[in-house]
Each structure stands twice: as structure tokens, then as C-alpha cells.
């Protein structure tokens, strides 16, 4: 009989590699106009880093850990064709910061390589991993809320992908059920705190949606009551002459 566990880590996959597609129509627009714009690369930085070191962690781990490296490896590779799309179509200064971003990416996981199995052995090379995993994911599901920000300072949700931040909710349910089933508290922490951010994503999206929507109603009609008045003035104005060649006639 197939376990639980291994039933929802397939899910979790499957869910996983959706939520790394979800990015895909970002990067279509992005093509289209030939500019990463306003979007911001710091989400698809701190997911290269996190995916790169769960595959660590789930190595570590032959029984449990497989589901984890396989979802891990297609994220790693999505998130690596997402940062070169993202720079080929940014400015030169945005290139020159976020490819930093990404030297230090791979400079830290070198090093944490080197250190986990330099100095620790046995369970406590998995309890060091687990740690700096749990750490990074929390980031990766907090990296959105930059965007989170700019909705609020510029009223708009334009710059926000919905599909992004629902897909992390979903993401983080299905792993936090997982990791519930094997008693994973690494996996299991973050992933809690991924259903809280990501859920607070969902709700700043709705609220501005809905407002963006009124103020795009009331827009409208005040263009369509602009219309009208002058519509007015003018049927005024016309009838005015026509009375006064009216006048003139008799």
C-alpha cells in the first residue's frame, strides 16, 4: 500500500512545478515589451537559493528526500531561465545589481556545501541544513511582499501577479501537510509561515482590485457626465441660434 505521505509529496510536486509555471505569463509580458519594467527580481533570487538548498537537504535524506530533490531541480532550473530572461530585457544597472544577487547566491551555497560537510557530521549535517532551508523559504515566501508594497504606495496591482501569490498558498498548504505526515518540522515551519504571507498577499490583492475597479467605475462615469454636459452646452448653443434665425425671419 502506497504511504500517505509519499501520496502528498507527489501532489506537492505537481503543485510545486504549477507554482514555478505560474511566472511564465510575467515573462511572456516581459518578452513582449522587451522590458523586466518594475518587476521585481528578488522573489525568482531568493527561490534559485532556497530550491538549491532543499535539494541539499533532501540528498541528505535518501528514504524521505527524494520527492523533495526532484521538485527542487525543476525549480532550480525554472528560476534560472526566469533571472536570464529577467536580465537579457533589464536596464544596465538592474542588470549589474541583480546579477550580484545571483553571484552571491551561488558564493553562499558553495560555502555551505563546504561547511556541512567540512564540519559537521552524521544528523547534524540535516539539522544545519533543515535550519538555513526553513530560514531561506521563509524568505522566498516573504520576497513577494515587496511587491505587496508597491501595490500599497502606488494603489495598483498591476506590478503583482495573482497566479504567483495564490499558487505559494496552495504550494505551502500541500508541503505543510506533508511535512505533518512525516514530522518534519523543517519543512513543516516554513511552509506555515508561507500559508500566512501568502495569504496576506491574496487579501492585499482583492482589496486594491476591488478599489482599482471603483476608482476605474467612477472614472467613467465621470467621463461619460463630462460628455453629456457638453453635449448640453452645445445643444444649447444650437438652439439658441436656431431661435435667433428664427427671430430674424419673422
Not at 46 to 51: D, K, V
Not at 98 to 109: A, K, S, T
Request: glycine share 6%; net charge positive; aromatic share 14%.
Amino acid at each position: 500500500m502506497v504511504a500517505a505521505d509519499f501520496i502528498v509529496g507527489i501532489i506537492g510536486n505537481i503543485v510545486s512545478i504549477i507554482s514555478f509555471a505560474s511566472s511564465i505569463g510575467t515573462f511572456k509580458e516581459i518578452v513582449k515589451k522587451k522590458s523586466s519594467e518594475n518587476y521585481k527580481g528578488v522573489p525568482y533570487v531568493t527561490t534559485l537559493l532556497s530550491t538549491s538548498l532543499w535539494i541539499l537537504y533532501g540528498s541528505l535524506d535518501p528514504d524521505d528526500g527524494v520527492l523533495i530533490v526532484t521538485v527542487n531541480a525543476v525549480g532550480v532550473t525554472s528560476q534560472l531561465t526566469y533571472l536570464i530572461l529577467f536580465l537579457f530585457y533589464a536596464s544596465k544597472e538592474r542588470k549589474v545589481k541583480y546579477f550580484g544577487f545571483i553571484l552571491l547566491d551561488l558564493v553562499f551555497l558553495g560555502m555551505v556545501v563546504a561547511i556541512t560537510f567540512a564540519a559537521f557530521h552524521g544528523d547534524s549535517r540535516r539539522v544545519f541544513i533543515g535550519v538555513l532551508c526553513a530560514t531561506f523559504t521563509i524568505a522566498m515566501y516573504a520576497a513577494p511582499l515587496t511587491a505587496v508594497a508597491r501595490v500599497i504606495r502606488t494603489k495598483s496591482i498591476k506590478y503583482m501577479p495573482f497566479f504567483l501569490s495564490f499558487s505559494l498558498v496552495v504550494n505551502a498548504a500541500v508541503w505543510f501537510t506533508f511535512a505533518m505526515l512525516l514530522k518534519d518540522y523543517y519543512v513543516l515551519v516554513p511552509n506555515a509561515v508561507g500559508i500566512v504571507l501568502g495569504s496576506l498577499q491574496l487579501i492585499v490583492y482583492f482589496v486594491y482590485m476591488i478599489k482599482s475597479s471603483t476608482s476605474e467605475f467612477d472614472d467613467t462615469v465621470a467621463v461619460e457626465e463630462k460628455q453629456d454636459l457638453e453635449k448640453g452646452k452645445f445643444g444649447s448653443r444650437e438652439n439658441g441660434k436656431l431661435g435667433a434665425s428664427l427671430e430674424l425671419t419673422t
